[in-house]
């Protein structure tokens, strides 16, 4: 019963492991759309630029926020 | 007996011929051919919202980088909204997962391990995921965009995330242009590639699933010839 109860400790901690290292990528990641959005806005200037801006920071913001989230509750 | 012949006769009714004079004219009939100003009139016509249309003839608050002073943008083009149904599908279908697979999955207990925080933080992060899907290949069309201005030709393009490249060409440059429509969504809704033939030295250049392939090689080849009109009058 106790091995089972490890097992299955093992088996949610890797869950949680593997599924932390999935949100700190998309997190990487939203900050390099970011970054290459802040570049193509100055090649192509339009008026609609900053909200294009704003989304992609308002996604680095909900990255950091599920990550945080899944430290607590995870 | 004598054969009576009998001939049929013809009847003409008078008709009044009214003859006016017609004036005379020395010179050949011109046939009438597009002239710029049509070709620019059916353009705007076409034309939509330069924020988020695939063709828009002569947009005012669009501004690319490299651009010069006296150089004025004349169209600015995208991929044909069409194709964009492809990707906005799978995003529907990414939403419809955590709606109805997820719980579906939980019913059948074939999430074990997975407890409820750590399936709500994952829900979540599937629905972001899915909206950065959506955003990046939003970004990916927005942002893919062939340019004519009064001078030359700019093609900008972001492949992946990572790289994008800006290729431009002065309209002298130019040497052939054709266009093509295939398949049959490209006939309905008038989208296909436009081909430009620069000199050896330069690059070729290909205008990707725009929109009204036809008006766009017509108002480039109408640049050609105002510019070796021009070239003509001043050599340098």
Redesign the interface.
Known sequence: MIFDFLQ?LQ??LF??LF?MV??FF?FV??I??YR??H??T???????SPL?QA??IA?II??AT?FF??LV?? | MPRIKVEESVVNEPTVVVETPQPVSEEPKKVKTKRPDDTDDILKSKSGNPLFSAFSAFPDFINFEGEDQDEKVLLLLRAHVVTNVRWILITIGMLVVPTIIFPLLASLNMLGGINGGTGFVFTLLWIAATFTYAFINFLYWYFNVYIVTNERIIDIDWYSIIYHQTNSTRISKLQDISSTHSGVFASIFDFGDVHIQTAAEESNFEFTNVPHPDLVSQKIQDLMEEEEKEWEVHPE
């Open positions: 299955f088996l949610g869950i949680k599924f999935l949100v998309y990641f939203c390099v759309v290459q959005i570049l193509m100055k090649v192509l200037e339009s008026k609609i294009v989304i992609a996604q909900i990255a599920i989230l899944g509750m995870a």
